[in-house]
């Protein structure tokens, strides 16, 4: 073969590899032209499907495995974030990719890392950083992880070596703006902009805390929009029953160390009403931007409810007594505050019910011995319907008991 023919094949149908920096391309082209002259030279093909050996899996050459880009870190962990034993060490972005509402989408490759050893032009072999080369999960459809040695350089630059890329992720906000290691210097190649996986369209987060307060529930948990770029929501079912639509954007310093490039902004803690009783509870997640949602987590839990009893209802001209006991069954060793509330008239009273109840603490010793309650309250003569409750911190109210009673 000539040296002409030679640099033109090299020169003109090295462009055709779909990767990031003509070295690369040219490499992969004359790799071509030694491994597989006719059919690279003869064939509308690329030079990368002309020597295409995926991996060492033995796919066929338009599997995702065989494309020569990465696969997403979703797809690896879950998460759409750097795992562990990686770093970012780039990102470029892809204009028009109809995932961002009209905004660049963001894609940041996660390298290993290298540890003590050495490396060669910035790139250690994945020998080094005990990072295989292959399919993902060794599944044909899915990328490669841990082959790419390549950086583009704009994250953790005091980091002089990195490994091959394991996976990389994807966001809506710019880099450097969520992991201040990366410098706004950008790259940009839009064939990538099409490259997706519907793990990156599902938020992700925990259900970590159901609560009795007493007359309401506290539902406590998180949840991340894998994209950055909508609030996220979480919704919270009782017993099949929509309870509660919050936002997740309270303050978790656990999540923000956990996944660094999202932040901590991503937590909710809600009181939901709810009766006395055992109840299954539901927590999702849902992306109003995507329309898309991910289960979090069910769970029973047993809401106690009040305790207590009205003892006697007594009348006077112009006044109502009424005694007995109460307590809140979630904290039965506080005195709960009790309302008095006559139900067809005006007179509304707030007490403590805290006067000795012995009695009451040897029938149940997990109530506390000052649990008791004697109360006077103005009222107009004729009948009336006499109701005593308990003033949940939630602000509900938890019934003890109605009785009748004619002030004369």
Not at 24 to 52: D, G, I, N
């Amino acid at each position: 073969m000539s040296r002409a023919l030679l640099d033109f094949a090299v020169d003109n149908l090295g462009r055709r590899v779909g990767r990031r920096s003509m070295i690369r391309r040219t490499t992969m082209a004359a790799t071509a032209l030694v491994a597989a002259p006719s059919t690279f030279l003869l064939k509308p093909s690329t030079a990368y499907a002309a020597v295409c050996q995926c991996s060492g899996r033995g796919c066929p050459c338009g599997s995702l495995c065989c494309d020569g880009y990465t696969e997403f870190c979703c797809t690896l962990n879950g998460a759409n974030g750097c795992p562990p034993g990686t770093i970012s060490a780039g990102w470029w972005k892809a204009d028009g990719s109809g995932f961002c509402g009209g905004a660049p989408r963001y894609y940041v490759d996660c390298n290993a890392q290298c540890g003590s050893c050495g490396c060669s032009g910035g790139i250690c072999s994945g020998a080094c950083s005990g990072t295989g080369c292959g399919c993902a999960k060794g599944d044909c459809n899915n990328r490669k992880s841990g082959c790419v040695k390549f950086r583009y350089g704009q994250c953790n630059q005091h980091v002089p070596c990195v490994g091959p890329i394991v996976c990389r992720l994807v966001t809506c906000t710019p880099p450097w703006l969520t992991d201040q290691s990366c410098t706004a210097d950008s790259r940009t190649d839009n064939r990538t902009a099409s490259h997706t996986r519907p793990c990156l369209e599902a938020p992700f987060g925990s259900l970590d805390l159901l609560e009795d307060l007493g007359g309401s529930l506290r539902v406590v948990g998180w949840a991340i929009d894998q994209n950055q770029r909508d609030r996220i929501e979480a919704r919270i079912f009782i017993d099949d029953q929509p309870a509660v639509v919050t936002a997740a954007d309270q303050s978790r310093v656990d999540v923000a160390f956990a996944y660094p490039g999202y932040g901590g902004d991503h937590g909710f803690d809600v009181a939901v009403p709810c009766a006395p009783g055992r109840h299954t509870v539901c927590a999702w997640a849902f992306d109003p931007g995507s329309q898309t949602s991910t289960f979090l987590a069910f769970r029973t839990v047993d809401i106690a409810g009040p305790a207590g009893a009205i003892d006697s209802v007594s009348a006077t001209p112009g006044t109502i007594r009424v005694a007995g006991w109460a307590a809140n069954r979630s904290a039965p060793e506080r005195s709960p505050t009790i309302r008095v509330v006559v139900v067809d008239g005006d007179p509304v009273a707030d007490s403590v019910a805290e006067l000795p109840r012995p009695d009451v603490a040897l029938a149940d010793p997990a109530i506390s011995a000052n649990c008791g309650f004697d109360l006077s309250i103005p009222a107009a003569a004729g009948p009336h319907t006499v109701c005593v409750a308990i003033v949940y911190p939630s602000g509900s109210l938890g019934l003890i008991g109605c009785q009748q009673v004619v002030v004369p």
